[in-house]
T-cell receptor, first 109, second 116 residues
Framework: GQNIDQPTEMTATEGAIVQINCTYQTSGFNGLFWYQQHAGEAPTFLSYNVLDGLEEKGRFSSFLSRSKGYSYLLLKELQMKDSASYLCAVMDSNYQLIWGAGTKLIIKP | GAVVSQHPSWVICKSGTSVKIECRSLDFQATTMFWYRQFPKQSLMLMATSNEGSKATYEQGVEKDKFLINHASLTLSTLTVTSAHPEDSSFYIC????????????FGSGTRLTVV
């Protein structure tokens, strides 16, 4: 079956760095997405990785290792507004998105 | 960028009534629209995939007669929750795949449905 695993909840301090991991097992792979979702709102696109390596975009970076079925989202210089759920999603061979359950990130002052 | 407009943002209805949710792609043609449901503290659950001009494809366990999907044009898809019950109360989100894969999917703003 298809499976995406990510931690349920993480806590970090304002100004610090946090890494949210995601492991996946899917039928085919056409890329991995990270989305941010604030409570009561729709997800917003953060990043897309299809090749191995690190993609940096401002305070957010995303890493992919296809051989390990592994990705992480790295958030630097954390701000209170970064408190949200972070969803990992993999596009399978049918170009369907398979969603992880999301990681709730709590930022403390 | 690609925008999907979804409304209403929230709706309260009585048990047994029907509710229609609309999603419009504003600056692109959405040949495929995805409908998700999200319960509190849970991830997105795909309900169905609608393709313009054809019948929607429903995920296992989703009642097609209860959740009616219409995708009559390239810019409009609707989800109608028929004979709503309190257990249908949820956050419903539509999403369309943008033409370039690297942009992923663009989402509507979501509809909070409460059935009383």
């Amino acid at each position: 079956g298809q499976n995406i695993d990510q931690p349920t909840e993480m806590t970090a301090t304002e100004g610090a760095i946090v890494q949210i991991n995601c492991t996946y097992q899917t039928s085919g792979f056409n890329g991995l997405f990270w989305y941010q979702q604030h409570a009561g709102e729709a997800p917003t696109f953060l990043s897309y990785n299809v090749l191995d390596g690190l993609e940096e975009k401002g305070r957010f970076s995303s890493f992919l290792s296809r051989s390990k079925g592994y990705s992480y989202l790295l958030l630097k210089e954390l701000q209170m507004k970064d408190s949200a759920s972070y969803l990992c999603a993999v596009m399978d061979s049918n170009y369907q998105l398979i969603w992880g359950a999301g990681t709730k990130l709590i930022i403390k002052p | 960028g690609a925008v999907v407009s979804q409304h209403p943002s929230w709706v309260i209805c009585k048990s047994g009534t029907s509710v229609k949710i609309e999603c419009r792609s504003l600056d692109f043609q959405a040949t495929t629209m995805f409908w998700y449901r999200q319960f509190p503290k849970q991830s997105l659950m795909l309900m169905a995939t609608s393709n313009e001009g054809s019948k929607a494809t429903y995920e296992q366990g989703v009642e097609k007669d209860k959740f009616l999907i219409n995708h009559a044009s390239l810019t409009l898809s609707t989800l109608t929750v028929t004979s709503a019950h309190p257990e249908d109360s949820s956050f419903y989100i539509c999403s369309a795949r943008v033409s370039e894969v690297s942009y992923g999917y663009t989402f509507g703003s979501g509809t909070r449905l409460t059935v009383v």
